[in-house]
């Protein structure tokens, strides 16, 4: 391949990718996209997961992004997606960047406003998934005796 047709930034949905890292791991800097769902797009749009991403065309990045907004009309399996049976349509899907954001503020609003145990737990900043806090998350306020030092 040609240095010419090398590009250092790639622009796949929205978000710049190192164009020196391979495909799969410049997929994994998209918010919403792990690991294992990069190397799936990277066998649904036929593309080498170890080539470096500032090499490939036009084509292949959008190819990238219509298995990206459409995921399951490309064989890539329901539960792999991050978002199913959503709260208020009901449908599958998968949230990238900004969108995930968003739904996981509105969703963390939701347990807020009815007063859910989880709800409760992240206004006040306390572990949500029943972890132990005699030891751990002592962050905030300080617990037991508090002493000045010796010669103040």
Not at 85 to 112: A, F, Q, V, W
Not at 125 to 140: D, E, I, Y
């Given at each position: 391949m040609a240095e010419q047709e090398f590009r250092h930034m790639v622009r796949i949905t929205r978000k710049d990718v190192d164009g020196n890292k391979t495909?799969?791991?410049a997929l994994t800097e998209i918010k919403g996209i792990g690991k294992a769902f990069a190397i799936a797009i990277c066998k649904v749009a036929d593309l080498d997961?170890?080539?470096q991403i500032g090499y490939i065309d036009d084509e292949?990045?959008?190819k990238i992004e219509d298995v990206l907004e459409n995921?399951?009309?490309f064989g890539i399996p329901e539960w792999f997606l991050n978002r199913r049976n959503?709260?208020?349509t009901g449908e599958t899907k998968h949230l990238i960047e900004s969108?995930?954001?968003m739904t996981l503020r509105d969703d963390l609003n939701r347990m807020k406003m009815i007063r859910?145990?989880?709800g409760k737990r992240h206004e006040v900043g306390l572990p949500v998934r029943g972890q132990r806090t005699k030891s751990t998350f002592r962050h905030g306020s300080s617990v037991g005796v508090s002493r000045t030092r010796p010669g103040q």
């Amino acid at each position: 391949m040609a240095e010419q047709e090398f590009r250092h930034m790639v622009r796949i949905t929205r978000k710049d990718v190192d164009g020196n890292k391979t495909i799969a791991s410049a997929l994994t800097e998209i918010k919403g996209i792990g690991k294992a769902f990069a190397i799936a797009i990277c066998k649904v749009a036929d593309l080498d997961q170890d080539a470096q991403i500032g090499y490939i065309d036009d084509e292949s990045v959008k190819k990238i992004e219509d298995v990206l907004e459409n995921p399951q009309e490309f064989g890539i399996p329901e539960w792999f997606l991050n978002r199913r049976n959503d709260y208020e349509t009901g449908e599958t899907k998968h949230l990238i960047e900004s969108d995930l954001n968003m739904t996981l503020r509105d969703d963390l609003n939701r347990m807020k406003m009815i007063r859910s145990y989880k709800g409760k737990r992240h206004e006040v900043g306390l572990p949500v998934r029943g972890q132990r806090t005699k030891s751990t998350f002592r962050h905030g306020s300080s617990v037991g005796v508090s002493r000045t030092r010796p010669g103040q």
